[in-house]
């Protein structure tokens, strides 16, 4: 074992495999039911954290978490006192909050050309997008820094914040996620609570379909070279879509010992998207 030159400040070196190991570490995944929610706390499971799976949908929470050998509550994001009582109860049955990922989300249901976006359709979005993700954030800071032993914080952003497509409601909605995440990341940091983005770029998430085929192909004959999100699709440098569990490797990234100076980010997990 060797100490690292600032041992004072945590940076103990270890073994490659003692940085990723997150025993002793509690998370709470948001959204966590099914798709990119789920394939992160099965990831930060087995890196050895024990996870809280919350959702909106309490059931599907309870079977993800079963299934990965997790705990389980019912929370809906927009609700600012279940928030509250939800990151409370966390540390409290599990014993810490270290690693918090603000996953809940919803897409493009609530888009489409700006003059069809009604107040209601905007509103929804947002309140999970956007009000959920400052909810958890604050509820989930306020007790790291109570507790005093630092802390993760990873908000799930998407590469719409970057490269809008699917409308103004989701698009916007991401990007303020990730320049929330950078607010708090400076504001946070000298409580040694590190807040990073991570931005998903296409994740099949659809239970039980195969996936698209797709990736590293011009777009369809006749198509305009249109910078659709479509056209981006089928051109994904990396060939494939990604699967939920390659999100949550992403996300062990952001919540082990391997990102101790890497704050305030926005790491997009993409297969190549932003390269086009
Ligand atoms: N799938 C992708 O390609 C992709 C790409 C970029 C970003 N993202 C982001 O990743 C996150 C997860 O997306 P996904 O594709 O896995 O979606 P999904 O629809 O498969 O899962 C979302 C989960 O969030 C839950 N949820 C919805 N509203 C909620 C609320 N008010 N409170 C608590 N839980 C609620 C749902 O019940 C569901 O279990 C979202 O923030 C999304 O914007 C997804």
Redesign the pocket.
Known sequence: MIDGQFADKGSNMGTAADWIDLSGKVAHV??G?????RGIAQALSMAGAEVMV????GA?AQACADEIGAAAMA????DSAAVDAAMAETARRLGSLDILVN?????MEYGGPVRDISDEMWRTLWS??VD?VFYCCRAGAGIMIEAGRGGRIIN?S???AVTPGVGVTYDGS?AAVAQITKALALELAPHNINVNAL?????W?REGEPPLTGGNQPPPSGEPLADTVANRIARLPAGHWAD?IEQGKAAVFLASAMSDFVTGIYLPCDGGWLTL
């Open positions: 948001t959204g039911a099914k798709g990119i929610g919350s959702d909106i949908n599907g929370l809906d994001v927009t996953n809940a989300g919803l897409y999970v997008n959920g799930i998407s590469t719409q991401k931005a998903p770029g296409p994740t998430v939920p």
